[in-house]
């Protein structure tokens, strides 16, 4: 079974920048959007960013300005570029493609994300 594998995620300081990166093990079928996802303990996983395969991006209100997603469409490779990091940003991200955002589609594992302050 296919899935998405992520990479990138870290210990940073408040302030500083991680560069996350999603790749499929294999090959992706019927994928529009790409996004990520992420979710602290005790609460729910909400979207981060997404982005579709011409290039539409959508952000949360919390990461606008701060993070940058970007896709690679040959690889079906989704990055998500977060500078200027704060302490709520800590939480496990997650990848996910798929047909449309509210279709189930393929998803990662999740890579973890602290930032202290």
């Known amino acids: 079974q296919v899935k998405l594998v992520e990479s990138g995620g870290g210990l940073v300081q408040a302030g500083g920048s991680l560069r996350l990166s999603c790749a499929p093990s294999?090959?992706?079928?019927?994928?529009?959007?790409m996004g990520w996802y992420r979710q602290a303990p005790g609460n729910r996983r909400d979207l981060v960013a997404d982005?579709?395969?011409?290039?539409?991006?959508n952000y949360a209100d919390s990461v606008k300005g701060r993070f940058t997603i970007s896709r690679d469409n040959i690889k079906n490779t989704v990055y998500l570029q977060m500078n200027s990091l704060k302490p709520e940003d800590t939480a496990v991200y997650y990848c996910?493609?798929?047909?449309?955002?509210?279709?189930?589609?393929?998803w990662g594992q999740g890579t973890q994300v602290t930032v202290s302050s």
């Open positions: 982005i579709t395969n011409t290039g539409i991006a």
């Open positions: 996910k493609a798929a047909r449309t955002r509210d279709s189930l589609g393929y």
């Open positions: 294999g090959r992706l079928f019927n994928v529009n959007i």
